[in-house]
């Protein structure tokens, strides 16, 4: 579903991925590991068209359309989700409203007004662990970080992607978060085969999610991948074994 061929990426002069390759097949979980530092975060933005991220090498293809000719709207509509690591406030919008706007603009041929949307939004939020009354309160404005990945989870849940990036969504998170968190992209793997790529740098994460592969990425590269025994190789020596 998602192949990145080659990926370089620069930004303020610098080259935070290098010839990046990577391939998530339709229902798969890739994670992503590295040290902070390490190109996660830029790869992301470049995954979804921040113009600060240039592309200068290399190819992305998203169920064999070229990604990267794509404007991040249009790549969105596609069915590509990020969950940011630092969600930004955006007062004056509330999450009721931006959750409605962006439903129709997913599904243009139903318009769903304020009235016949407002249920859906109370179940998207409550599901997400988030009271009915964030419905009126502006986008993460005096959210805690928690309720900044729960909101997060809700805005996955109403749109339904078919891959979902998830960039370090487990921190902020207490126990009991973090179990709803992974119950609900278990749901949505299992529900419509949304395939999933983690970003972390953290392992407790992966000891409650479901993962095909993992992947350690090291000044902009991946340079080792393989199944849940890289994790035992981590907990040893930590990523200075790579570097």
């Given at each position: 579903m998602l192949r990145i061929s080659n990926l370089t990426v620069e930004v303020d002069g610098k080259k935070p991925v290098k010839n990046f390759s990577l391939k998530v097949g339709r229902g798969e979980s890739h994670a992503l590991l590295g040290p902070n530092g390490s190109g996660k975060s830029s790869l992301c933005f470049a995954l979804l068209g921040h113009p600060r991220y240039k592309i200068t090498t290399g190819s992305v293809e998203f169920e064999g359309r070229d990604l990267l000719k794509m404007t991040t709207d249009e790549r969105s509509r596609h069915g590509l989700f990020l969950g940011f690591q630092h969600p930004r406030e955006i007062p004056g919008m509330t999450m009721g409203n931006f959750l409605r706007r962006t439903i129709n603009a997913h599904n243009p041929e139903q318009h769903l007004g304020p009235a016949e949307f407002y249920p859906l939004a109370k179940d998207f939020l409550e599901e997400a662990g988030l009271e009915e009354n964030f419905i009126g309160r502006?986008?993460?404005?005096?959210?805690?970080?928690?309720?900044?990945?729960?909101?997060?989870?809700?805005?996955?849940?109403?749109?339904?992607?078919?891959?979902?990036?998830?960039?370090?969504?487990?921190?902020?998170?207490?126990?009991?978060?973090?179990?709803?968190?992974?119950?609900?992209?278990?749901?949505?793997?299992?529900e419509y085969?949304?395939?999933?790529?983690?970003?972390?740098?953290?392992?407790?994460?992966?000891?409650?999610?479901?993962?095909?592969?993992?992947?350690?990425?090291?000044?902009?590269?991946?340079?080792?991948?393989?199944?849940k025994e890289l994790l035992e190789k981590l907990e040893e020596k930590g990523y200075q074994q790579w570097k």
């Open positions: 502006g986008i993460n404005e005096g959210f805690s970080g928690g309720e900044k990945k729960r909101a997060e989870l809700a805005q996955l849940l109403a749109l339904r992607p078919k891959l979902a990036i998830l960039d370090e969504i487990d921190s902020g998170l207490d126990f009991d978060a973090l179990e709803r968190m992974t119950n609900l992209v278990e749901r949505a793997r299992n085969r949304m395939g999933l790529l983690l970003i972390t740098h953290y392992q407790r994460l992966l000891k409650h999610l479901r993962v095909e592969k993992l992947h350690v990425m090291i000044e902009g590269q991946i340079v080792e991948s393989g199944g």
